[in-house]
């Protein structure tokens, strides 16, 4: 069931060009998603590695997370030793300090913003990268569901540690048949 069947994650490219320009505007937390939700099966390696976060990410939907880390992927590389892209690559981000990447030019505010990368601290981030950085480099609006934060916040820590050396697998859309 792992063939073809893969969501593209090459959306987003354009995006990153125009800068996303969409109003920064935020909305209140929405609702959790509906119970009928289809689940998505993770790998036994993934598991573990969500394992280590804390609820609600813990529960995350990773093929969501995935989907809408396609235009994260646009400006960040994500593998150990990618370098730099637009923006720092994000290997290890999870309990490092902001702004410590190696080998790349923060902007003043984030290089001064001293927080810890955690679930929550990355969950507002993306969720308005403005209001946590005034200035910042990140030509991003945010994500305004809190759901999709959720999971893209999961997803992002299944890629960017990986306990053994196999490649992070791609996640299986649960709600597609076999054939497309
Ligand atoms: C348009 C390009 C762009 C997009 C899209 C984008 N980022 Fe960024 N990101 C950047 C830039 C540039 C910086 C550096 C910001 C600065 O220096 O102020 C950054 C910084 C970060 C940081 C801080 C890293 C550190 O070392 O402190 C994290 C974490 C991050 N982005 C995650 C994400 C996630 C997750 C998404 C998707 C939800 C995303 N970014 C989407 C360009 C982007």
Known sequence: MYTGLWLS???????????????????E???????????????????????TLPSPYREADLFNGQAKFALCKSCHTVAPGAGAAFGPNLWGVFGRRSGAASGYVYSQGLKSLGVTWTAETLDSW???????????KMAYAGLEDARDRVDVVAYLKTVTMRPSKQKTPRVADPRRPASH
């Not at 993306?126 to 910042?136: E, F, L, Q």
């Open 9 to 27: 994650l090459g959306l987003g490219s354009a995006c990153a060009v125009s800068g996303c320009s969409k109003p920064a505007a935020r909305v």
């Open 126 to 136: 993306i969720a308005n990268p403005r209001a946590v950085v005034p200035g910042t």
């Open 29 to 51: 937390r929405p609702p959790p998603a509906p119970a009928t939700a289809a689940v998505v099966r993770p790998t036994p390696e993934q598991q573990a590695i969500l394992a």
